[in-house]
């Protein structure tokens, strides 16, 4: 997402990431726009190397920028060394945030969810919401619906302790008893800690058969590929936001969310997409039944597609990029007036 906002605000003003650690996703990496300016520092990962702070004043006293946006509440250190405006961006809920929040002149959260635990937590802070978003057009559009098996994916880290797949796996289970073992699988794109308990798992459950584990994929695979499932399902058992239930939206498949937070949030109630109660594989199995079913019916094409126009205007990147430059305007011009006063 930090590409495409950087991608969007670089077409009509000077635009610089700064990547701090050694390892760089190469395929996120060459998603910049030639008209964004990238600096990398080469910090091993976890390194408490004060040089790597040196060589950020460094490429900042370089880059002289107007504002800058970080997003690790620990660059807070370098508060007193700097003189522009800095925004925070928070993307998660019980994040360890070290308590420099005030340092900072704008906190934005992804999602209310965000806002809320921000609030509780550091009572003082009083933080803005910019949502997350993608590029609607970058998702290739799901045509056919209906179609057997019913075709479930989930994205995301396998950690289950946060992303719930187990709770998946216990649900497929379930379901596949009462609708026959042919009528749905579901591959999980993502690596994790988990994946060797989430793979026992589903041959406890018996459904090793009906489950895949693919492995990481790069941003553009999963965008061409989305369309050829049937559901996307998000089961976290917490999530600021939850992106990859924008992508699923986006691609024109129903999504299924645990009624928490940002995920929630999200689908507005109920309004752009189905929830299950958080921890209840019975729930969970409900919907991925009537999901099956409700998805071979008539009008069901023409319901998504409209779901995909109404979201496009509240989630595309561009909607991101431009709340983002409104808030940077607004702390430059106030920087200003108080250097006049």
């Not at 704008?106 to 803005?128: G, L, T």
Request: with cysteine.
């Amino acid at each position: 997402m930090l590409v495409d906002i950087a991608n969007e605000q670089a077409a009509a003003h000077e635009t610089w990431v700064i990547i701090a650690n050694r390892h760089v996703d190469a395929s996120i990496a060459s998603g910049f726009d030639s008209a964004v300016r990238v600096v990398t520092l080469g910090r091993p990962r976890g390194s408490r190397n004060p040089w790597y702070l040196l060589k950020i004043l460094i490429a900042l006293r370089r880059i002289r920028p107007d504002v800058i946006h970080a997003h690790e509440d620990s660059f807070a250190r370098l508060r007193k060394m700097i003189s522009v405006p800095m925004v925070l961006t928070v993307h998660n809920t019980r994040l360890p945030l070290k308590g420099g929040l005030s340092t900072f002149d704008s906190v934005c959260c992804i999602s209310e969810a965000v806002r809320r635990d921000v609030e509780a937590r550091f009572p003082r802070c009083r933080p803005r919401v910019i949502g997350n978003g993608i590029r609607y057009d970058a998702v290739s559009q799901k045509e056919s619906y209906g179609r057997r098996p019913f075709r479930i994916v989930q994205i995301g880290r396998l950690t289950h302790e946060q992303k719930g797949q187990d709770l998946l796996i216990r649900a497929l289970s379930a379901a596949l008893e009462r609708m026959g073992m042919s009528s749905m699988c579901v591959d999980f794109i993502g690596c994790g800690d988990s994946l060797e308990y989430l793979k026992h798992l589903s041959v406890e459950c018996r459904v090793e058969g009906q489950c895949r584990f693919l492995g990481s994929a790069t941003r553009r695979t999963i965008y061409e590929t989305l369309c050829d499932y049937d559901l996307l399902v998000q089961p976290s058992r917490y999530e600021g936001f939850g992106l990859t239930i924008l992508e699923g939206m986006a691609a024109g498949l129903p999504v299924l969310v645990s009624n928490i937070e940002g995920p929630k949030e999200i689908i507005a109630e109920g309004k752009f997409g189905w929830s299950f109660r958080s921890e209840d594989i019975r729930d969970l199995t409900e919907n991925l039944i009537d999901l099956c079913v409700l998805s071979q019916t008539s009008e069901f094409p023409e319901r998504m597609r409209d779901r995909v126009a109404q979201t496009r205007r509240l989630f595309d990147v561009s909607s991101t990029a431009r709340k983002y430059l409104d808030e940077y305007a607004r702390l430059t011009s106030s920087t200003q007036a108080s250097k006049e006063r």
